[in-house]
């Protein structure tokens, strides 16, 4: 392997292990919020976050040919696995969602929207947590990425643990 690729793994594995950890603290955890969350919310302002089988998206941010995403991604979910979570792949190659005219939460009458974001955004709002995998990408996030994340509203993601897993081909 290289040394690119072995980066990219341990910095997979420790970002895996941070998520475990702020997901699974015997102890209550104090978090400071600007606004109380919903009595529902799979996060509270004090939580005792030691229960097991997370619901854990990971989103993809990359479409390329020869994109290493999917193989890190993989990855991902076969350590979030190992640690008994149910892991979901979104995937924007394989969702496809083409042209959206705008995003969920922008239309007046929700019924107008696609279904396929419906969708996606139950599974969202069901998540416990959420890890994004994407390439860096001229200091920002990738067209992939923003074209599956943005058009949820953002309170669909509030008040849940994430992490973002980058890598580099190394050029």
């Known amino acids: 392997m ?34 109380e969350p919903p009595q529902n919310s799979p996060a509270a302002v004090t939580m005792a976050a030691a229960r097991p089988g997370l619901n854990i998206l990971v989103f993809l941010g990359s479409v390329r040919e020869g994109r290493m995403a999917l193989r890190v991604g993989r ?24 042209e959206v005219e705008q995003p969920l939460h922008f239309y007046k009458d929700p019924s107008l929207a696609p279904v396929i974001l419906h969708q996606i955004n139950k599974q969202i709002q069901e998540a416990d947590g959420f890890v994004v995998v994407s390439a860096e990408y001229n200091s920002g996030m990738t067209p992939a990425l923003a074209s599956i994340m943005d058009n949820f509203p953002p309170v669909s993601y509030g008040y849940r643990p994430s992490a973002i897993v980058t890598y580099s081909m190394g050029e």
């Not at 950890?21 to 102890?27: I, K, S």
């Not at 990855?75 to 083409?98: A, F, M, S």
């Open 75 to 98: 990855y991902v979910q076969q350590l979030l696995e190992k640690r008994q979570h149910k892991v979901t792949i979104l995937d924007p190659k394989e969702l496809n969602l083409g």
């Open 2 to 35: 290289s040394q690119q690729i072995l980066l990219a793994a341990f910095t997979v594995a420790l970002t895996a292990n941070l998520l475990f950890q702020l997901c699974h603290r015997p102890q209550t955890v104090q978090i400071q919020v600007e606004q």
